[in-house]
């Protein structure tokens, strides 16, 4: 949906309302896991992204705060069976504390064109999430798509109930890295049509980048810990500090 007013005019707080603050990497140690999950609820994001393994952190951590609690399942590459993958989503969302669910579609099942296969697997995931009142985002790996591809795994996604759609894992090793491009994202807004919310993700790096996807009326992004105080131009200590009227 389009702001109802620019980016550039926008508080610390508005913009970070926009972020799920990424921290997936493999190789994070507890410590790490703690403090760029800590970093996300001092900038004010809407949500950490997490592996499941860390979900004990993150409800510790986010416990009382206005930032949430996004898991990842079935990531990076969405090849579980559809019912390895409900059975994942069952055991995360029964905590109570998840907010919202990102999932891969199986992008191999996309490219072979095999669209019943697809929703039925995507629904079964949405139904059992929705039962426990968790949003769910079903990432695309769009830069091994063709836009028609993306196009139809859009309308293919509303079909199944997911409530957003969304652009790249960033762990794509198989061609071109370039995540949520002004293309794609426009691609995937002009065919949902307001009947699902957008996830940008995936190379979302600079500040413009950032501000301009926000202006065309993208709903979230996934910003990596590294580009969180490049977007928002703050380190968390300031974002913080401004939010408890300190700054």
């Known amino acids: 949906m389009k702001p109802a007013k620019k980016a550039a005019d926008m508080t610390v707080a508005e913009l970070a309302a926009y972020i799920d603050q990424s921290v997936l990497k493999p190789e994070f140690t507890q410590d ?4 760029y999950i800590q970093e996300g609820i001092d900038f004010g994001c809407r949500t950490v992204c997490i592996n499941p393994a860390s979900l004990p952190i993150a409800i510790e951590l986010c416990e009382g705060t206005d930032t949430k609690i996004c898991v990842v399942c079935d990531f990076p590459f969405g090849l579980s069976t559809t019912a390895s993958k409900v059975m994942q989503a069952e055991e995360y969302c029964k905590t109570g504390k998840i907010f919202e669910l990102d999932i891969v579609a199986n992008y191999g099942w996309i490219r072979s064109g095999m669209w ?5 697997d995507i629904k079964a995931v949405c139904d059992v999430c929705h039962k426990y009142g968790t949003e769910v985002k079903v990432i695309f790996e769009t830069d091994a798509l063709t836009l028609d591809e993306v196009k139809k795994a859009t309308e293919t996604a509303i079909a199944a109930g997911a409530d957003f759609v969304k652009t790249s894992t960033g762990f794509f090793t198989g061609g071109k890295n370039e995540g949520a491009t002004y293309e794609v994202i426009q691609a995937m ?9 957008i996830k940008g993700s995936g190379c979302i790096r600079t500040r413009e980048h950032f501000l301009k996807l926000i202006d065309m009326g993208i709903d979230r992004m996934g910003i990596g810990y590294r580009s969180t105080p490049v977007v928002l131009n703050c380190t968390p200590e300031e974002a913080k500090a401004m939010r408890e009227g300190k700054a």
């Open 116 to 120: 019943a296969e697809v929703e039925a």
């Open 32 to 35: 790490d896991i703690r403090k």
């Open 189 to 197: 807004m002009d065919t949902a049509q307001g009947r699902c919310k």
